[in-house]
């Protein structure tokens, strides 16, 4: 990029970006462990979907379950059961969402790429 603009100088960014990025206010820290909290609540209620799904032997499309879970955001006795669970911790389910699209995928051949189905 140097060659393409030579009147501009770089430098780099990497001790900037690393600084900004390793300091941690209390909320920051709280945030986080809310948030590992929620993604711990949301992989159980996954579990037990496709636990359940397995048992009564009902046949469900991959996306199906998928949208399920996502809806727990939505599902206001799902988030006070979260809520529940975390006594205490003052959470705003408002501010809770997932990271990436949830991808649910079986056969034992996976597509890690972000929005891969099956």
Known sequence: ??????????SDADPFFREVTSVKTKEDIAASQIASRFSDFAMKEL???IENIIDIQKVERHDQVARKIESI?????????FCLKNQGKNIDTGYLEFG???????????????????
């Open 1 to 10: 990029m140097k060659s393409e603009i030579p009147s501009i100088s770089f």
């Open 47 to 49: 579990i037990d979907r």
């Open 73 to 81: 955001l939505d599902n206001n006795d799902k988030m006070n059961a």
């Open 100 to 118: 990436y699209p949830i991808m649910v995928q079986s056969g034992g051949v996976y597509n890690l790429k972000m929005g891969a189905s099956c």
